[in-house]
């Protein structure tokens, strides 16, 4: 089959890149999103995220005429879901949140009424698993007269199958080509079709398993990843108890050749690894216990954080016996949930941040300098400063992100209290 024409769905840190690199190869897009800001930024051809090339390829792809977008969909050839999968606040008596599919239910409802014979839809949303079938069953209800594999297995007027992304923030653009992908088609045609779709940019291999298990295995790395830290983040803990540097510790550790421990850090952040797991865990409680119980140590970081912050003010007014609390200026370095991005979704930093200010009773100076402006539910208490000002304005300095603006700094002076929550200022 031949896709002349490919619509995405869900124009963000995913959905650009991919809408970008299929009209980099001369393919028709249609990028849509319910975000007319996004919409009208990229029909200038500019970005609303910060990716590495991204710009580049987005500003050829939309003055080439290769690539538009808009918040209604429009036929296609190929449908792609990118849209968010956030979770519902907890309800059950474990606490434990459950997936909020409405996004792509959303998504599924708007590109109905644009489905023909022989189209093919591909979920790349990380879900739980299941969610590739019920979105099929929702386009299915809102378009009874076309057939779904659900029903009509390989003989179905529409194909579906799911594909996770699999790329780093960041890497975003390099990942996209090079990277593995997991294609989880519905029937064996589904996943077929799928394969020649992503051939048009994929250079890595495309392998073909299941809907459902294409759904797990991205869930599955990711919580691999969320209990590999959660080991470093308690054993950060344990050092601290015991009056060990961590990061000499995990350094001595690794030098044993079986051995890989990850770097502690302020809690896990981001749209995938502080999410995912929750999707296994909400499925399988009494299965998924070592994945629960990493979840709780990783979310459970912040606030040990927040408590040093606290141990911190105490010592500092201590040793300044002449200042009370209000003229103490504490810097929070670092706001995105990994070095290097402006992403805040679920970053444990900005949770630190915020509560740092809320609980301070002077302003508290936040240093990020991949934003140009804090978002609009930050605390009146905080102020967005650079790297420069920070350094002639700060008693307290709390290290949440390793960016490389931050890295090999000369000390501000002898009298600040640092928390280095990444060991990057020892």
Not at 205 to 233: G, H, Y
């Amino acid at each position: 089959m031949s896709f002349e024409t490919i619509s995405v769905i869900g124009l963000g840190y995913i959905g650009l890149p991919t809408a970008a690199m299929f009209a980099s190869r001369k393919k028709k897009v249609i990028g849509v999103d319910v975000n007319q800001h996004a919409v009208d930024t990229i029909n200038k051809g500019q970005i609303h995220i910060v990716e590495p090339d991204l710009d580049m390829i987005v500003h050829a792809a939309v003055t080439e005429g290769y690539l538009k977008a808009t918040t209604i969909p429009e036929p296609a050839d190929a449908f792609l879901i990118a849209v968010p999968t956030p979770f519902l606040p907890t309800v059950n008596k474990n606490d434990i949140p459950a997936p909020d599919l409405k996004y792509i239910e959303s998504a599924a409802k708007a590109i109905a009424p644009v489905l023909k014979k022989g189209d093919l839809v591909i979920l790349e949303s990380t879900s739980p698993v299941g969610a590739t079938e019920q979105m099929a069953e929702w386009l299915a209800q809102a378009r009874p007269d076309l057939t779904f594999p659900q029903t009509e297995g390989e003989n179905s007027d529409i194909r579906v199958a799911h594909c996770p992304e699999r790329v780093l923030p960041g890497h975003v653009v390099r990942e996209l080509v090079e990277n593995d992908r997991v294609i989880g088609g519905m029937t064996a045609k589904c996943s077929e079709l799928s394969v020649e779709l992503y051939r048009t940019f994929v250079k890595g291999d495309c392998v073909i398993t299941n809907s459902r298990t294409a759904e797990m295995a991205k869930l599955t790395e990711n919580s691999c990843r969320d209990v590999q830290i959660a080991f470093a983040n308690e054993l950060s803990i344990i050092c601290d108890e015991l009056d060990i540097d961590v990061w000499e510790l995990i350094s001595l550790a690794n030098r044993h050749p079986r051995i890989n421990i990850l770097q502690p850090g302020p809690g896990v952040g981001g749209h995938c690894i502080a999410v995912d797991p929750w999707f296994i865990v909400s499925r399988t409680p009494e299965q998924a216990r070592l994945i629960h119980t990493a979840r709780k140590v990783n979310d459970s970081k912040p606030e040990w954080v927040i408590n040093k912050v606290k141990l911190a003010l105490a010592d500092f007014l201590q040793a300044h016996p002449n200042k009370t609390a209000s003229e103490v200026r504490i810097t929070c370095f670092g706001l995105a949930f990994k070095p290097d991005i402006d992403d805040l979704r679920e970053s444990p930093s900005l949770e630190i941040a915020q509560k740092i200010a809320n609980m301070h009773s002077c302003i508290v100076n936040f240093v990020e300098p991949n934003i140009k402006c804090l978002p609009n539910n930050v605390s009146d208490n905080a102020k967005l400063i650079k790297f420069d000002e920070a350094k002639f304005q700060t008693d307290i300095a709390v290290i949440l992100v390793d960016h490389h603006e931050f890295k090999n700094q000369e000390k501000f002076n002898n009298n600040i209290i640092i928390i280095d929550t990444k060991g990057i200022w020892k």
